[in-house]
């Protein structure tokens, strides 16, 4: 749909949500994608993105991870498992990853011409087998399954291009979430894409809150939550963060012009809304690990 204006995007993916069938058949036409399973190492780099920026001196020989939204494949975790991780959570809110043995099983035979220590995955007949030989558990049931994992037990908790898509209303309870479970020496680190998911632009923006946050609008495909960096950041430091890193990438000049923004951001500063990207690390707040 490259080129496609992007009411034109909106209208279709509102009609073809609609259809009665499945993700996987969306997929295999390349449409409502979640991650790019034609390339395994654009997922795996990013992980090793995320894993460097944790731990820029030394890597630990054994930590416990989380990456929320994982997608189409489950790569990310079985790289996590050759690089030391002792046990490694894929949280999404659906069953989006492929079951293809064969798949994950050519993604190990490149981590071996790499040489990286590679999971045996010979005996493994299926997608279950996969996840145990791996030390993977993955979560399909999103805030639900968080809510599960014990607390101060991941060392590592990431997402690429993940907290964008993430319901607005349900956004606190996440960070809530990921302050519960993350150890008191863990690391958060998190790159969020501000752009509108339809044309690289704003166009999101256009919308007036009651329209933009019901379900007809959520459940379509599209979805962003409009939250602008300092909200993220706000919600983050309320739960019992410190911000470590905090690096941004602005637009030169608005996208979506001005005039066509909702009323409700005309109150945000334009400086703020020209952030189009962003990478923040934390850790738990100090202060309030010292008070628990």
């Known amino acids: ?41 654009l997922a795996a780099n990013k992980f ?19 990456e929320l939204g994982p997608g189409d494949s489950l790569v990310t975790g079985i790289l996590a498992n050759a690089l ?24 190990c035979q490149e981590l071996k011409k790499r040489d990286f220590k590679v999971p045996d995955l010979s005996g493994v007949n299926s997608f279950l087998e996969l996840q145990k030989q791996c030390r993977i558990k993955y979560k399909v049931n999103g805030l639900d399954d968080l ?21 607005k209303r349900e956004f606190p309870a996440l960070v809530s979430e990921l302050r ?19 044309g690289g632009a704003l166009n999101n923006l256009r919308f007036s809150e009651s329209i933009w946050e019901s379900d007809f609008m959520a459940k379509s495909g599209f979805y962003t939550n409009r939250l602008q960096h300092r909200d993220i950041l706000e919600y983050f430091i309320n739960a019992g963060f410190e911000v470590i890193t905090d690096e941004v990438g602005r637009w030169p000049m608005l996208p979506t012009p001005w005039v066509h923004i909702d009323k409700q951001f005309k109150a945000v500063p334009e400086e703020e809304i020209s952030i189009r990207s962003f990478h923040i690390t934390l850790r738990p707040s100090v202060q309030q690990t010292d008070s628990q």
């Open 180 to 198: 519960r479970i993350i150890s008191d020496k863990g690391i958060v680190t998190h790159n969020a894409d501000l752009k509108d998911h339809l």
């Open 84 to 107: 030391g991780a002792s046990e490694g959570y894929l949280v999404d809110v659906g069953s989006y990853a492929t079951e293809e043995l064969s798949y994950y099983r050519s993604f």
């Open 1 to 41: 749909m490259n080129g496609t204006p992007w009411w034109l995007k909106i209208a279709a993916k509102i009609f073809l949500s609609r259809l009665p069938v499945g993700y996987k058949f969306w997929n295999r036409l390349r449409l409502f994608r979640h991650g790019n399973m034609d390339n395994s190492w």
């Open 147 to 167: 809510r599960r994992i014990p607390s101060n037990s991941i060392d590592l908790i990431w997402s690429h291009s993940m907290l964008e898509h993430v319901r």
């Open 48 to 66: 090793i993105l995320h894993l460097d920026r944790a731990y820029p001196d030394n890597r630990p020989d054994h930590f416990t991870c989380l």
